[in-house]
């Protein structure tokens, strides 16, 4: 039996009583027990929580603007006239009703000289006068004047009314002007305006048939024909306007349907039949058919009838006329004009139009990455 050397049992002895006394001389803690993973989790955590925590009080959190609801530029919608096929008219005639600015107003009451159609030759020179009333609480002064607003000036400037005119009271105005050279059915609108030239009161117009050529001064036989406030016969047909309801004119509330009776002699040497129509011609149709049959049977020369249109008033303030005419089962026109001409009171409606609105682009907050 071998034995291991005694020095090397000395040493083995020596070692481990020295590797005691380090483990005793290291800090007195004691040994840690081991960490779980759900500890290690929880740490990290609030870790970063810390960290995000003191990142905000450094930094100042981003003020979301909310993303409005951009607003598209709003373009008024103004209620159109019906497309005439002879004059080309604003779309609110204007007049009759209230415009009122300041103590000034002012409303049509008739046509004076020049009606509605009336046929003018070419380059003729003529005035146009209306009878206005003074609605207003102040008196026009000499200095008051008729200004051009729309349509064809046919010439007219500027025209000073050269009287006095007190609230409630009633005038002539007038302004001169020229037929142009082409024809066709033309209409101007003017306004009354205070000494400074500020407008007011509801406008009135002028609407004349421009017919046959321009004479040459100076040529024998030729010259301006007379004017006449209708038209005239075509061969043997011809008719006149004996009387109308209503008058003139007339006040209608806006969109309100109404009646127009004429009574219509035959003023020519033929008979009218069946098939004689009623026809639009210019102004506001006010109506949705611009051809009416008579049915009236036969009628003699020296007869009279009785026709009605139905139509409906615009729903904007203004003085509004249409004119109609006769023509035969072979479409030729004859005879006079026969006008409805109505007031639809109220104030002028001017569209407010509202601005473009430029929407504020969305923000969009962004976290910043930490290590």
């Known amino acids: 039996m071998t034995h291991q050397p005694r020095p090397k049992i000395f040493l083995v002895l020596i070692i481990g009583a020295l590797a005691l006394s380090a483990c005793n001389m290291s800090s007195g803690e004691p040994t840690p027990t081991e960490i779980g993973v759900e500890a290690v989790y929880t740490s990290a955590a609030q870790t970063v929580e810390a960290q995000l925590t003191s990142t905000a009080a450094v930094q100042p959190s981003a003020t979301l603007t909310p993303s409005p609801t951009g607003t598209a530029t709003v373009t008024p919608t103004i209620e159109a006239a019906n497309t005439q096929a002879s004059a080309t008219l604003p779309p609110v005639s204007g007049g009759g009703g209230s415009g009122a600015v300041g103590c000034n107003n002012s409303a049509y009451v008739a046509d004076v000289t020049i009606q509605d159609n ?4 070419p380059g003729t020179t003529f005035t146009k006068t209306w009878k206005v009333q ?3 609480t102040c008196a026009w002064n000499a200095n008051y004047k008729l200004i051009f607003v729309s349509g064809e000036t046919m010439g007219g400037v500027t025209t000073a009314i050269n009287q006095t005119v007190n609230p409630g009271a009633s005038a002539d105005v007038s302004v001169t002007l020229t037929a142009p050279s082409t024809p066709k059915t033309y209409i101007g609108y003017w306004k009354l305006a205070t000494d400074s030239g500020q407008a007011f009161g509801g406008s009135i117009y002028v609407q004349i048939v421009v017919t046959g050529t321009p004479g040459t001064p100076g040529t024998p036989g030729t010259g301006v024909p007379t004017i006449t406030p209708t038209f005239g016969a075509s061969g043997c047909y011809n008719s006149a306007l004996v ?9 209608m509330q806006a969109g309100e349907s109404f009646r127009k009776t004429w009574v219509i002699k035959n003023t020519g040497t033929c ?16 109506r949705d058919n611009t051809t009416n049959k008579l049915r009236r049977g036969t009628v003699k020369p020296g007869s009279s009838i009785e026709y009605f249109l139905d139509f409906t008033a615009p729903t904007a303030p203004g003085t509004y006329s249409s004119t109609w005419r006769l023509f035969t089962d072979t479409g030729t026109f004859f005879g006079a004009s026969f006008p409805v001409k109505i007031v639809v009171p109220g104030a002028t409606h001017t569209p407010t139009v509202q601005p473009s609105v430029t929407a504020t682009p969305t923000v969009t907050p962004t976290t910043a990455a930490y290590p």
């Open 243 to 251: 009387s109308t309801t209503p008058a003139d004119g007339a006040t």
């Open 134 to 136: 003074n609605t207003g």
């Open 118 to 121: 009336q046929q003018i030759a």
């Open 271 to 286: 008979e009218w039949n069946d098939d004689f129509r009623f026809h639009f011609i210019s102004g506001l149709m006010m």
